[in-house]
């Protein structure tokens, strides 16, 4: 795979974050990391919503994969 | 005496010198020892669904998808077989001695999900399989029976291995 969806998957399975350190976390830049959150996308639930990076704390676009509580 | 603080462990070691340094006078020496924690103790394990000792062949014609969902089946535990075509999917039948579940893609070229659940449930061993059908075009589908799970994609993970755990149980008690 595609490690970088694998790992970037992995980063948002339990928490909300934004591009920025999803990008960091996975060493890619924002313009790599983008298109493999899309990826993900096509393929589990995503959850994109507006609110705070669990990992920055800004106020921001965040990403995570829908789990069932 | 070992204890635990917010730093981490650590051990203390109380004793008499003069046992060691005969002449000394008697003092005791109290020796810190902080033990970080290791890494592996502090991280948190992550909240995923137990698929082990499941072996699940994943069939989509999509690389992003059936890579996504190995990758994940696999965090779970499972053992995952990847098809990018029914016809490999089928090939599997041949030579994999332990298959637990299906989990297929409907909308294909060459053979659709459809068509891969009537081989299952034409082949003389493996015809009670659980095969769970994935697919973006839920409508153009949900009319086709016989699938033991219908998911939409993109799949909730969660929703997908429940399904997963449910048929599996519900084969091995029948």
């Known amino acids: ?69 | 005496v070992a204890r635990q603080s917010r730093l981490g462990s650590y051990t203390l070691i109380a004793g008499n010198l003069s046992q060691i340094f005969p002449g000394t006078h008697s003092l005791l020496c109290l020796l810190y020892v902080l033990t970080m924690p290791s890494r592996a103790a502090t991280t948190k394990p992550l909240n995923l669904p137990d698929l082990s000792r499941l072996t699940l062949l994943v069939v989509d014609d999509n690389n992003d998808s059936v890579d996504m969902l190995a990758a994940f089946l696999r965090a779970c535990g499972a053992n995952v077989l990847e098809a990018r075509t029914p016809f490999r999917a089928l090939g599997y039948f041949q030579t994999t001695p332990r298959l637990d579940a299906i989990i297929t893609d409907l909308a294909m070229p060459e053979m659709t999900g459809v068509d891969l659940l009537k081989r299952v449930r034409a082949h003389p061993r493996r015809s009670r399989l659980p095969v769970i059908a994935l697919t973006g075009y839920y409508e153009d589908y949900a009319q086709a029976d016989g699938f033991d799970a219908f998911l939409r994609k993109p799949v909730n993970f969660d929703e997908l291995c429940s399904a997963i755990n449910r048929l599996v149980r519900r084969r091995k008690s029948t």
């Not at chain 1, 974050?17 to 298109?35: D, G, H, N, Q, R």
């Not at chain 1, 919503?49 to 669990?54: A, F, I, L, Q, V």
């Open chain 1, 1 to 69: 795979l595609p490690e970088h969806a694998a790992v970037i998957a992995v980063l948002i399975l339990e928490r909300p974050m934004c591009l920025e350190c999803i990008a960091s976390k996975s060493s890619l830049s924002i313009a790599e990391a983008e298109p493999y959150l899309q990826r993900i996308g096509l393929g589990l639930e995503l959850l994109v919503d507006e609110g705070r990076c669990r990992t920055c704390g800004e106020p921001r676009t965040v990403f995570s994969l829908n789990r069932l509580s």
